[in-house]
Every structure is written in structure tokens, then in C-alpha cells.
């Protein structure tokens, strides 16, 4: 019965704590993967910094011609998505790999054969004199933090045996020391029935000797006469 009470104090502390494991897991990737959204959205708006002081302005057209001259000629690799819109939000000009045409802000998916591939995008209106000339919009890839994002959670999920192991064996020991109580009181429970049954021999044999006389007396109807 004890052991049976140990296995089932053991899987309770197992149970328990692979629930809160997963709860705090799962909270702590939600904020993990808040954090690094937030990290791209500045690395966006850090580069919309950069690059808005390189667009020329031809009769109150925006361009990035010269600018893109320049990164040609340095063989310079552009991880981002450059883009210049009309005020209508009418694509004219693209620098950098092939992004999702149109105004947009936060996370846009890209179907892909082989995988789901998605960009941060931001833009801001170019101005000259309160009057809207444009929009440049950055977008991004977000492959950096999906990757860490898979290696965190496959970290997870690798650690989850080798946790639902070690938690057995501490939970198996711990519960063994939290019923030891229960065990002292049973084992005394136990002595007293057996100190109890074996006082109460002595007794209980001298009145089955009684009875067993009285019948007798009875049977041979041999009470003693006054």
C-alpha cells in the first residue's frame, strides 16, 4: 500500500512539474520571439534612417538612382528590400531582392515552394514643404529570428526527456521521504494491534475456558445446588 502511495505522490510531482515546465516554456518563447521582432523593427527603422538622407529629389520626384550606383559599384550586398512609392502608392523603384509590392507595416508571409518565408516591412512618407512626395518602405526578412526561434524551441523539446527522467528519480526519493511519517505511523499502528491482539489472548482464553465449562454445566445439568 505504501508503495503504491510513493508511485502515486511521484507521478503527481511529475505531472505537475512537466506542466508548469511547458506553461513557462511557452511563455518564455512568446517572449523571446517579442523581443526579437522588436529588435528587427529598429534594425528597419535604423536602415530608413540611413537611407532617407541618400534619395534625391528631381522636380519633387524621389529617387535612389545614385544611391544604388554607388552600392553597385562597392559590391555591396543588400540583404533588404528598397522601395520607393507615389504618393498613390504606386511602386516605381526596387533595390535589393524582389519584395511584396505594396504599402504595409509589421509581418507579411510569403508562400514559397519549399518553405513559408515572411518580412518585416515599414515605410514613412517623404515630405518637401508639408506636402506628401512619396513613401520609402524597408522590408526585411525575419529568417534570422524564425531560425532562433527553431533552435530554441527544438532545445526545448531535446531537454523535455532527460527533465521527465531527472524529476522521476527526485520525485521517487522525495516521496519517499514525505511518506516516511505516514510509514513510522503505520508501523506503530501495527505493533499496537499486534501488542493489543496479544494481550487480549489471555483474556478471551480464560472466558472461552468459562464458556466452554458453563455449557458443559448445562449440557449434564450439574449446577451446584444451595
Not at 515552394?113 to 524597408?138: D, M, P, W
Not at 531527472?166 to 526519493?173: C, M, R, S
Not at 503505520?186 to 478471551?204: C, K, N, S, W, Y
Request: some cysteine.
Amino acid at each position: 500500500m505504501l508503495s503504491k502511495l510513493r508511485l502515486r505522490l511521484t507521478l503527481w510531482f511529475v505531472s505537475l512539474s512537466i506542466l508548469l515546465y511547458l506553461i513557462l516554456s511557452i511563455l518564455f518563447i512568446l517572449v523571446f520571439n517579442h523581443l526579437l521582432t522588436d529588435l528587427l523593427n529598429e534594425e528597419v527603422k535604423g536602415l530608413l534612417r540611413e537611407i532617407r538622407p541618400a534619395i534625391i529629389y528631381h522636380d519633387n520626384k524621389p529617387t535612389l538612382t545614385t544611391w544604388a550606383n554607388v552600392a553597385k559599384s562597392s559590391n555591396l550586398n543588400l540583404l533588404a528590400t528598397i522601395q520607393l512609392y507615389t504618393p498613390q502608392g504606386v511602386l516605381f523603384e526596387e533595390y535589393g531582392p524582389t519584395g511584396v509590392k505594396g504599402l504595409s507595416k509589421g509581418i507579411i508571409n510569403l508562400p514559397n515552394k519549399n518553405h513559408q518565408l515572411s518580412l518585416l516591412s515599414f515605410y514613412r512618407a517623404l515630405e518637401i514643404n508639408n506636402t506628401c512626395v512619396g513613401y520609402l518602405q524597408i522590408q526585411l526578412p525575419t529568417k534570422s529570428r524564425d531560425d532562433a526561434l527553431n533552435r530554441l524551441t527544438w532545445t526545448i523539446i531535446i531537454i523535455a526527456p532527460f527533465l521527465l527522467a531527472g524529476l522521476g528519480v527526485t520525485g521517487y526519493f522525495f516521496s519517499g521521504t514525505a511518506i516516511k511519517p505516514t510509514e513510522q505511523s503505520f508501523l506503530v499502528l501495527r505493533q499496537f494491534m499486534a501488542d493489543a491482539g496479544h494481550e487480549l489472548t489471555t483474556p478471551i482464553t480464560v472466558m472461552q475456558a468459562s464458556i466452554d465449562t458453563l455449557e458443559k454445566m448445562i449440557c449434564l445439568n450439574t449446577f451446584p445446588r444451595k
